[in-house]
Structures are given as C-alpha cells and as structure tokens.
C-alpha cells in the first residue's frame, strides 16, 4: 500500500513519527520528500534558523534513520524563511506539519 504517490506507508509514518514533539515556535510547516531513496526534511521558519531549530530537525533526521530498515542514499535538512501564508507556499512532498495561523494575524496581537 502507499501513501501520496512514491512514498510507501510504512516509510510516511515513520517520517510523522520522527517529528513528535520536535517543533519550535518558529517552525510554521515541515515537508518530508522521498525519491530514489533520499530523504529531503524541508522546515518552512517565520525567521532565520536558530540554534533550537537546527538542533531539533538533526534530532529528527538522525532519530529518523536509526529507525529505518533500509539503507538511504542521502538524507537532506532545508530550511526556507517565508511570510508567505501556509496556503501560498509551494512544496514538494507529503506534509508533516503545518502550525495554525489566523487568517488575518493583525487581528490577534492582542493591542487595544
């Protein structure tokens, strides 16, 4: 059975599981891509990478590969900076995670 396109099942959540509990609050979505057996981690940030952030998607890369049970060719981390809404974004791969955004954010900071 497979699940979106190349990406067998077993192999998607493996990857969903990977990224429990590893989200900073400047994570906004993360994509897992699977081709020719490599792995691409794409973490789309409100701001640039902080050391958090990079520390916890190595924790998710090495946490993800020492549980498989087949050998990668590679296994890629990106990171994109992007304002753009989450709907507006253009990705290649199955979504793992997408952070709730209000539609319009000038309408929750709190200013009276």
């Given at each position: ?28 979505l993360?994509?897992?891509h ?32 020492a ?46």
């Amino acid at each position: 059975m497979h699940f979106l396109g190349d990406i067998p099942e077993r192999l998607a959540l493996w990857a969903y599981n990977s990224i429990s509990g590893m989200m900073t609050p400047n994570m906004r979505l993360v994509t897992f891509h699977f081709r020719e057996n490599r792995v691409t981690y794409t973490y789309y940030l409100e701001g640039p990478a902080s050391d958090d952030d990079v520390e916890n998607a190595e924790i998710v890369a090495l946490n993800f590969d020492a549980g498989l049970w087949f050998k990668l060719d590679g296994l890629d981390v990106d990171y994109n900076v992007t304002q753009k809404p989450l709907g507006y974004i253009k990705t290649d791969g199955m979504h793992l995670y997408g952070r709730w955004e209000p539609a319009d954010a000038d309408t929750h900071k709190g200013s009276s």
